[in-house]
C-alpha cells in the first residue's frame, strides 16, 4: 500500500500541464526511490548482522556465566557438607536458608527436615534433645558493628551436648554455627572433678572440704554447733613399707569405703592427705552424735582388712574440735581438730581426742622443744652419761650403759623421755644416735681393757638409717673393738620392722658386737620376740625389781623371768636395783649382772675411772 501510494503520487508529479506523463521524470523518480531503498535495507542488514553477532557474544559470556555460578554453587556445598561444624542460616522471619549435612547429623534431622524455607520452631521440634535452660547459656556478646552473639546448649537424648553460636545480625537474621562439645565438656568436668576429689577414692579432697567447712560455718545458726573429725591411721606407713604401696592403696580405698558408709546421711567425708580423712558433722547436738560418730569408725576401722586369706589389722586416731567454742573460722577449726588428733597420737593412736585449750599450749611447747631439737646437735648441747653393769659372779662392774642427757641452754638438763620419744618421731634421733654410737665407742676406747659399753638405738635408726655403717664407722674411728660394744634394742625394733631389721642384727652379732634386749617384759610380746633372735642378753625392767623384797608374789615373777632367759643361755641383767636388799635377794638367783642406783646412778664420762676404782659392793655368792 506505501509502495502504490508512493508510485501514484511520482505519477502525479510526472503528470504534464496536459495530462501527459513525462516519462523521463517518472522514471528518474522511481529510480531515486529505488536506490534510496536499497541503501536502507542494506543499512538494516548490515545492522541486523552487527546485533546477531553481538547477541551471540552474549549468549556465550552468560553460558560462561551460568557454569562458573553452578561451579562455585558445588564448591560452596562441598565446602559446607564437609565442615566437621554444622551451620544454619535463618532469615528475618526466622525460616531456614542454608544449612550442612553436619547440622543435619548434630541435631538428628533428615534431609527433608531442613528444605529451604521451614521455620526455626518446627526445627526445634524435631531435634532429637532438649535445650539446657539453666546456668550453662551464656550471656549475649556484642560484636562491633554487627549484631550480637549468642551460645544456646542442646542436650541429645543420647547424651551429646551440641553448642550452637548463633550471630544475630542486625536485620534480624542470623547464622549459626554448631559443635558437638561433649568431649570437652567431659574433659573440663574430669579436671573441675579432680581439682575438688582425690582421684584414689575419689572422696572430695582438702580444698573442696574447706569449701564445704567454709560454706558449713558461713551457714551456722546461732545455737547450732558443728564437729569436725580429723582422722589418721596409726602406723599406716609400716603397711606401705611392708605390703607395698599397691597394697596400701587398697587398703585406703576400702577405709574410705568404710568411712562412707559410717559418715551417710549428710555428714561431708573427705580424704586430707596420704592416711588423713576428714567428717564434718552439722545440725545435730554435740558432742554425743559426734562420739557416737566416732564410736563407730573405730569399730568399722577396726575390722581387719583382708588381702587374700591373710588379715591386716588397722586401727586409727581421731581428733575432734566443735564450732562454735572450739573456733568458727575454718582454718582455726581445722587446726584444734589437728591439735587433738597430734595428743590421740602421743597417747600411742587408737582412739580420739577433744580439743581443749590446753592442748594447744602443750604442743605449742612440744614444737618450741623440737625447734630447739633441731640444733641440739650442733650446739653440743648433748651428752653422755655412763651407768656402771655390775657383775654378779665376777663382783665388779664389767661394762657401762651410756645414757643420753641434754643440757638445754636455758631449761636445763632435759630428761630423755621428755625428748628421745620426739626426736624418734621427727627422725632427728638418727643423727643424734650416730653421735650416740661414736661418742661411746670414743670414751670407751679410753677405758681398760675388757670393759664393755652399751648403747641404746631406736627401732627408727633401724629403717632410717645403714646402721651397720654407723657402727662400723664408730669402731673405726675409735678402734675399740666389737666385742667391747653391745646394742640395747626394744621390742618394737622387731615389731614395727622385723624383716629389716632381723638381717641388721645377724650381721651386727656376726661381727662381735653384743645384742641386749632391754626393759624386757614392758611390753605386749616379750616372749614371742626371744624366739625370733639370738639375744646375748635381756634386760629385766626395772619395774619387776620395786617390790621383790616385799611382794613375794612379786619375786616369785622377777625369778621366772632369770630362769628362762638363763634357760635360754643368755645372759640376764636386771635394772633399777636400787637397795641392797634387793641385790641380795637378786644374788640368790641366776642373775648375771644388775645395774641400778645401788651400784651407781648415771654419771658422766669423767667420773667412770673413779668407778671403776672405788671399792666395789659385795654381795654373797650365789649357792650354786
Ligand atoms: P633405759 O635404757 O631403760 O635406761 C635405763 C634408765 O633407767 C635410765 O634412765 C636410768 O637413769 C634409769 N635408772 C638406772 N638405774 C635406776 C634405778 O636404780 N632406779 C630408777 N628408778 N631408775 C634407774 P634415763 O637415763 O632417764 O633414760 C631413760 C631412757 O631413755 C632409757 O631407758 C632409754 O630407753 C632412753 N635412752 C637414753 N639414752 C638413749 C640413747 O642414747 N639412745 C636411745 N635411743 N635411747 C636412749
Ligand atoms: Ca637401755
Ligand atoms: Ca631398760
Same mark, same amino acid.
Given at each position: 500500500?506505501?509502495?502504490?501510494?508512493?508510485?501514484?503520487?511520482?505519477?502525479?508529479?510526472?503528470?504534464?500541464?496536459?495530462?501527459?506523463?513525462?516519462?523521463?521524470?517518472?522514471?528518474?523518480?522511481?529510480?531515486?526511490?529505488?536506490?534510496?531503498?536499497?541503501?536502507?535495507?542494506?543499512? *538494516?542488514? =548490515?545492522?541486523?548482522?552487527?546485533?546477531?553477532?553481538?547477541?551471540?557474544?552474549?549468549?556465550?559470556?552468560?553460558?560462561?556465566?551460568?557454569?562458573?555460578?553452578?561451579?562455585?554453587?558445588?564448591?560452596?556445598?562441598?565446602?559446607?557438607?564437609?565442615?566437621?561444624?554444622?551451620? @544454619?542460616?535463618?532469615?528475618?522471619? =526466622?525460616?531456614?536458608?542454608?544449612?550442612?549435612?553436619?547440622?543435619?547429623?548434630?541435631?538428628?534431622?533428615?534431609?527433608?527436615?531442613?528444605?529451604?524455607?521451614?521455620?526455626?520452631?518446627?526445627?526445634?521440634?524435631?531435634?532429637?534433645?532438649v535445650e539446657r535452660s539453666e546456668g550453662r547459656a551464656a550471656p549475649r556478646e556484642t560484636v562491633p558493628e554487627s549484631g550480637h552473639i549468642r551460645r544456646?546448649?542442646?542436650?541429645?537424648?543420647?547424651?551429646?551436648?551440641?553448642?550452637?553460636?548463633?550471630?544475630?545480625?542486625?536485620?534480624?537474621?542470623?547464622?549459626?554455627?554448631?559443635?558437638?562439645?561433649?568431649?570437652?565438656?567431659?574433659?573440663?568436668?574430669?579436671?573441675?572433678?579432680?581439682?575438688?576429689?582425690?582421684?584414689?577414692?575419689?572422696?572430695?579432697?582438702?580444698?573442696?572440704?574447706?569449701?564445704?567447712?567454709?560454706?558449713?560455718?558461713?551457714?551456722?545458726?546461732?545455737?547450732?554447733?558443728?564437729?569436725?573429725?580429723?582422722?589418721?591411721?596409726?602406723?599406716?606407713?609400716?603397711?606401705?613399707?611392708?605390703?607395698?604401696?599397691?597394697?596400701?592403696?587398697?587398703?585406703?580405698?576400702?577405709?574410705?569405703?568404710?568411712?562412707?558408709?559410717?559418715?551417710?546421711?549428710?555428714?561431708?567425708?573427705?580424704?586430707?592427705?596420704?592416711?588423713?580423712?576428714?567428717?564434718?558433722?552439722?545440725?545435730?547436738?554435740?558432742?554425743?552424735?559426734?562420739?557416737?560418730?566416732?564410736?563407730?569408725?573405730?569399730?568399722?576401722?577396726?575390722?581387719?582388712?583382708?588381702?587374700?586369706?591373710?588379715?591386716?589389722?588397722?586401727?586409727? @586416731?581421731?581428733?575432734?574440735?566443735?564450732?562454735?567454742?572450739?573456733?568458727?573460722?575454718?582454718?582455726?577449726?581445722?587446726? %584444734?581438730?589437728?591439735?587433738?588428733?597430734?595428743?590421740?597420737?602421743?597417747?600411742?593412736?587408737?582412739?580420739?581426742?577433744?580439743?581443749?585449750?590446753?592442748?594447744?599450749?602443750?604442743?605449742?611447747?612440744?614444737?618450741?622443744?623440737?625447734?630447739?631439737?633441731?640444733?641440739?646437735?650442733?650446739?653440743?648441747?648433748?651428752?653422755?652419761?655412763?651407768?656402771?653393769?655390775?657383775?654378779?659372779?665376777?663382783?665388779?662392774?664389767?661394762?657401762?650403759?651410756? *645414757?643420753?642427757?641434754?643440757? %638445754?641452754?636455758?631449761?636445763?638438763?632435759?630428761?630423755?623421755?621428755?625428748? +628421745?620419744?620426739?626426736?624418734?618421731?621427727?627422725? *632427728?634421733?638418727?643423727?643424734?644416735?650416730?653421735?650416740?654410737?661414736?661418742?661411746?665407742?670414743?670414751?670407751?676406747?679410753?677405758?681398760?681393757?675388757?670393759?664393755?659399753?652399751?648403747?641404746?638405738?631406736?627401732?627408727?635408726?633401724?629403717?632410717?638409717?645403714?646402721?651397720?655403717?654407723?657402727?662400723?664407722?664408730?669402731?673405726?674411728?675409735?678402734?675399740? @673393738?666389737?666385742?667391747?660394744?653391745?646394742?640395747? +634394742?626394744?621390742?618394737?625394733?622387731?615389731?614395727?620392722?622385723?624383716?629389716?631389721?632381723?638381717?641388721?642384727? %645377724?650381721?651386727?652379732?656376726?661381727?662381735?658386737?653384743?645384742?641386749?634386749?632391754?626393759?624386757?617384759?614392758?611390753?605386749?610380746?616379750?616372749?614371742?620376740?626371744?624366739s625370733s633372735f639370738p639375744f646375748d642378753k635381756i634386760k629385766i625392767d626395772k619395774s619387776f625389781v620395786n617390790d621383790i623384797v616385799d611382794n613375794s608374789?612379786?619375786?616369785?615373777?622377777?625369778?621366772?623371768?632369770?630362769?628362762?632367759?638363763?634357760?635360754?643361755?643368755?645372759?640376764?641383767?636386771?635394772?633399777?636395783?636400787?637397795?641392797?636388799?634387793?641385790?641380795?635377794?637378786?644374788?640368790?638367783?641366776?642373775?648375771?649382772? +644388775?645395774?641400778?642406783?645401788?651400784?651407781?646412778?648415771?654419771?658422766?664420762?669423767?667420773?667412770?675411772?673413779?668407778?671403776?676404782?672405788?671399792?666395789?659392793?659385795?654381795?654373797?655368792?650365789?649357792?650354786?
Amino acid at each position: 500500500m506505501e509502495a502504490e501510494a508512493l508510485f501514484k503520487r511520482q505519477c502525479m508529479e510526472a503528470l504534464n500541464n496536459d495530462g501527459t506523463a513525462d516519462e523521463e521524470l517518472l522514471i528518474a523518480l522511481v529510480l531515486e526511490t529505488y536506490r534510496d531503498r536499497a541503501e536502507t535495507i542494506g543499512n *538494516l542488514k =548490515q545492522r541486523a548482522d552487527g546485533m546477531k553477532e553481538q547477541n551471540e557474544g552474549l549468549r556465550a559470556a552468560l553460558a560462561f556465566a551460568t557454569g562458573h555460578l553452578a561451579e562455585q554453587r558445588e564448591l560452596l556445598e562441598t565446602v559446607l557438607n564437609h565442615l566437621p561444624l554444622g551451620l @544454619s542460616v535463618f532469615d528475618t522471619e =526466622q525460616r531456614l536458608i542454608l544449612s550442612n549435612a553436619r547440622f543435619r547429623q548434630l541435631f538428628g534431622l533428615m534431609e527433608g527436615d531442613t528444605v529451604a524455607g521451614v521455620s526455626i520452631n518446627s526445627l526445634i521440634a524435631k531435634i532429637g534433645g532438649v535445650e539446657r535452660s539453666e546456668g550453662r547459656a551464656a550471656p549475649r556478646e556484642t560484636v562491633p558493628e554487627s549484631g550480637h552473639i549468642r551460645r544456646r546448649e542442646w542436650v541429645m537424648n543420647d547424651g551429646r551436648i551440641i553448642q550452637s553460636v548463633v550471630t544475630v545480625l542486625p536485620d534480624g537474621s542470623n547464622i549459626s554455627i554448631h559443635a558437638d562439645i561433649t568431649q570437652d565438656r567431659q574433659a573440663a568436668e574430669r579436671i573441675a572433678f579432680l581439682a575438688h576429689h582425690d582421684p584414689l577414692t575419689g572422696l572430695p579432697n582438702r580444698i573442696s572440704f574447706r569449701e564445704r567447712l567454709d560454706s558449713a560455718l558461713a551457714a551456722r545458726k546461732a545455737g547450732e554447733q558443728i564437729a569436725l573429725i580429723h582422722l589418721n591411721l596409726d602406723r599406716f606407713k609400716s603397711v606401705n613399707d611392708t605390703l607395698g604401696v599397691s597394697v596400701g592403696d587398697k587398703i585406703l580405698r576400702k577405709v574410705a569405703n568404710r568411712l562412707r558408709a559410717c559418715a551417710r546421711n549428710g555428714n561431708a567425708l573427705a580424704r586430707l592427705g596420704s592416711d588423713e580423712f576428714a567428717i564434718l558433722q552439722c545440725g545435730l547436738q554435740q558432742p554425743w552424735n559426734v562420739t557416737a560418730l566416732a564410736d563407730q569408725i573405730r569399730r568399722e576401722l577396726s575390722e581387719p582388712f583382708f588381702r587374700g586369706e591373710k588379715p591386716i589389722e588397722l586401727s586409727v @586416731s581421731m581428733g575432734i574440735a566443735i564450732s562454735p567454742q572450739d573456733g568458727v573460722d575454718t582454718d582455726v577449726l581445722l587446726k %584444734h581438730a589437728g591439735v587433738a588428733l597430734s595428743h590421740a597420737k602421743n597417747a600411742g593412736g587408737r582412739g580420739e581426742r577433744f580439743f581443749t585449750q590446753e592442748m594447744e599450749a602443750e604442743l605449742e611447747a612440744r614444737h618450741a622443744l623440737e625447734a630447739d631439737l633441731r640444733t641440739a646437735l650442733h650446739g653440743n648441747e648433748f651428752e653422755l652419761h655412763y651407768q656402771p653393769l655390775y657383775d654378779m659372779a665376777e663382783q665388779r662392774i664389767l661394762g657401762f650403759e651410756a *645414757l643420753l642427757r641434754w643440757n %638445754h641452754p636455758t631449761r636445763g638438763r632435759v630428761a630423755p623421755m621428755e625428748f +628421745i620419744p620426739l626426736a624418734e618421731e621427727v627422725g *632427728l634421733i638418727v643423727d643424734i644416735g650416730r653421735w650416740v654410737l661414736k661418742r661411746a665407742c670414743l670414751d670407751a676406747a679410753m677405758w681398760p681393757e675388757g670393759i664393755k659399753v652399751a648403747v641404746n638405738v631406736s627401732a627408727i635408726q633401724f629403717t632410717h638409717s645403714d646402721l651397720q655403717q654407723d657402727v662400723s664407722a664408730a669402731l673405726a674411728i675409735s678402734k675399740l @673393738s666389737p666385742n667391747r660394744l653391745e646394742i640395747e +634394742i626394744t621390742e618394737s625394733v622387731l615389731m614395727q620392722n622385723r624383716d629389716e631389721a632381723l638381717p641388721v642384727l %645377724h650381721a651386727l652379732r656376726e661381727r662381735g658386737i653384743g645384742i641386749a634386749m632391754d626393759d624386757f617384759g614392758t611390753g605386749y610380746s616379750s616372749l614371742s620376740y626371744l624366739s625370733s633372735f639370738p639375744f646375748d642378753k635381756i634386760k629385766i625392767d626395772k619395774s619387776f625389781v620395786n617390790d621383790i623384797v616385799d611382794n613375794s608374789e612379786a619375786f616369785s615373777i622377777i625369778r621366772a623371768i632369770i630362769l628362762l632367759g638363763d634357760a635360754l643361755g643368755m645372759r640376764v641383767t636386771v635394772e633399777g636395783v636400787e637397795t641392797a636388799a634387793q641385790l641380795e635377794l637378786l644374788a640368790q638367783e641366776a642373775c648375771d649382772e +644388775i645395774q641400778g642406783y645401788h651400784i651407781s646412778p648415771p654419771r658422766p664420762a669423767y667420773d667412770v675411772p673413779y668407778l671403776l676404782s672405788r671399792p666395789q659392793p659385795k654381795v654373797k655368792a650365789r649357792a650354786v
